[in-house]
């Protein structure tokens, strides 16, 4: 295990500064997930932990060390791209044992090496197998044994199941876990999904244009996010958010707090409105209301009402966010 820290660190690509000052540290043996808008600067963090781009300026250091001298190779990390850079002429096999041929690891111990790794990840059916008649998780799978077989203590992968279906990318994201779990490294994840971010991670570092906007466990960016940009990028549909008319304050609650009814229910937030849509998603229907002032979206267990529908939509006092000028969330306590 290793713990990876970011301190002062600047990373500028000719003109542009893409990171600027920032301090992180991720701890070791946790499950981190980088996540936030595309360009907002994830993979370039991770490459600076892997060597592939040093920094500017500032060091990083790998369990207290500064690697800034250290060679890719040299540092104990292995990482998993989105493209799986597995080799499409090696059997499955060639493929696990390629990195440990390199390091002149001995025959048998290689065997063993495979044969351990791809009973965990799944795959020791298929070690005779070319890459082109696998599965895209099954690809995928290699990519990770191809990684592990090298005992890193610190994997970073780039959004590594943004190539598989939907249904895929959520198996996979429970053998993460489990993965995680068993084989107790450093996990460094990037992902652009909100959804991948909270489902894997212990800690979450949320970035924006190069700056963390959070960096918190998952329960704790839903239920408590610093500012409105953290409020409006986790939970889907995002965070409903007014404007108060005061001061540049804003108001905000979330589509599945708030609740609606034929006829006022004594809320400490209600407005009327009407329904303009109506999206039934199997176990929850996501209704569009409109106010004459505002477009709220409402998330609901039940489907109750139809378009064109009068409704009022009410939300408890404890459900409500407010976000001062500066963004910032207003604590309420
Ligand atoms: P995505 O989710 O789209 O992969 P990201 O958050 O991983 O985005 P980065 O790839 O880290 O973003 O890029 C951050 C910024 O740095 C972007 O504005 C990008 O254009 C710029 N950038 C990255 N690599 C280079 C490079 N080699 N040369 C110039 N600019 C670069």
Redesign the pocket.
């Known amino acids: 295990m290793a713990s990876i820290e970011f301190v002062k660190v600047t990373k500028s690509?000719?003109e542009?500064i893409?990171i600027k000052d920032l301090n992180l540290k991720i701890e070791h043996g946790k499950f981190t997930v980088l996540v936030?808008?595309?360009?907002?600067?994830?993979?370039?963090?991770l490459?600076m932990i892997a060597g592939l781009?040093p920094q500017t300026s500032g060091s990083v250091l790998i369990d207290g060390k500064d690697v800034t001298r250290i060679a890719p190779g040299q540092r104990g990390v292995a990482m998993v791209f989105q493209n799986y850079a597995i080799y499409p002429t090696m059997s499955v096999r060639e493929n696990i044992e390629f990195g440990l041929k390199n390091n002149k690891v001995g025959k048998e111990e290689r065997t063993h090496l495979v044969e351990t790794i791809s009973d965990t990840v799944g795959l020791r059916d298929y070690l005779d197998r070319k890459p082109s008649t696998l599965s895209g998780g099954q690809r995928q799978r290699v990519a990770l044994a191809r990684a592990m077989v090298k005992k890193p203590s610190v994997f970073l992968m780039?959004?590594p199941l943004s190539n598989l279906d939907a249904k895929l990318r959520v198996q996979m994201r429970i053998e993460l876990i489990e993965m995680h779990k068993k084989l107790g490294a450093t996990f460094v994840y990037?992902t652009?999904d909100q959804v991948e971010a909270m489902s894997m991670a212990d800690t979450i570092v949320l970035?924006n244009k190069?700056k963390i906007q959070q960096e918190a466990p998952p329960d704790v960016i839903y239920r408590q996010p610093n500012n409105l940009f953290t409020a409006q990028f986790v939970g889907g549909p995002p965070m409903n958010v007014s404007d108060l008319g005061a001061d540049g304050v804003k108001f905000g609650f979330r589509p599945e707090s708030a609740i609606l009814s034929v006829e006022p229910q004594g809320a400490h937030f209600t407005v009327r409105g009407t329904i303009a849509t109506r999206e039934m998603l199997g176990s929850e229907t996501i209704y569009q209301v409109k106010s004459d002032h505002h477009t709220f979206m409402v998330k609901c267990t039940d489907d109750l009402f139809s378009v064109d529908q009068y409704v009022y939509l009410g939300v408890d006092d404890a459900k409500i966010y407010f976000f001062g000028a500066d963004e910032n969330r207003i604590d309420r306590n």
């Open positions: 690509f000719g542009s893409v936030g808008p595309s360009g907002c600067g994830k993979t370039t963090l490459r781009d780039d959004e990037v652009h970035m190069g």
